[in-house]
């Protein structure tokens, strides 16, 4: 086989391109070989003897699988975690998480009656002063304290 190495470097000039991409038709190298000019290449690479390859992008497939894994749930261990917990989910928003099924039982308790006004505004406030973590919770003071029935 011939040696092409001058001609891919001249094609890589004229094409503007690296000498990787360019690409020379290899059922007609005995063609590109007899191209010894820059004008010789220019003519072998309008009749498309001589071509740039097209560049190779970044494949996303790989982004693409981390964040499927990442959306299941998957890749948040305590290796994974740059922030403090309140850069991840903020206090604020915990909070809100937390008080509003709280806020929400004692609504439903104190509108079917199961208590009074004067304990739904007791518990509202130990709610606000966030003493309860959780509906449960709240139950489970109410029963202790004989404001509510346990139900079975």
Not at 6 to 33: H, I, S, T, Y
Not at 79 to 85: I, L, M, P, Q, Y
């Amino acid at each position: 086989m011939a040696d092409l190495k001058n001609q891919r470097r001249m094609a890589a000039a004229v094409l503007k391109c690296g000498q990787n991409r360019v690409w020379m038709n290899p059922d007609r190298l005995d063609e590109v070989e007899k191209c010894i000019t820059r004008a010789d290449i220019r003519t072998a690479a309008a009749s498309g003897l001589i071509k740039a390859k097209p560049k190779n992008g970044t494949s996303r497939a790989r982004a693409r699988h981390a964040a499927a894994q990442k959306a299941s749930g998957k890749r948040k261990g305590p290796g994974s975690r740059k922030g403090t917990a309140n850069a991840r989910v903020r206090d604020k928003q915990r909070w809100m998480a937390t008080i509003r099924p709280i806020r929400d039982e004692l609504k439903t308790l104190r509108a079917s009656g199961a208590i009074t006004p004067s304990v739904y505004r007791l518990y509202y406030r130990r709610a606000k002063g966030g003493l309860y973590k959780s509906r449960a919770h709240l139950r489970q003071h109410m029963v202790a304290a004989g404001h509510l029935k346990e139900e079975i």
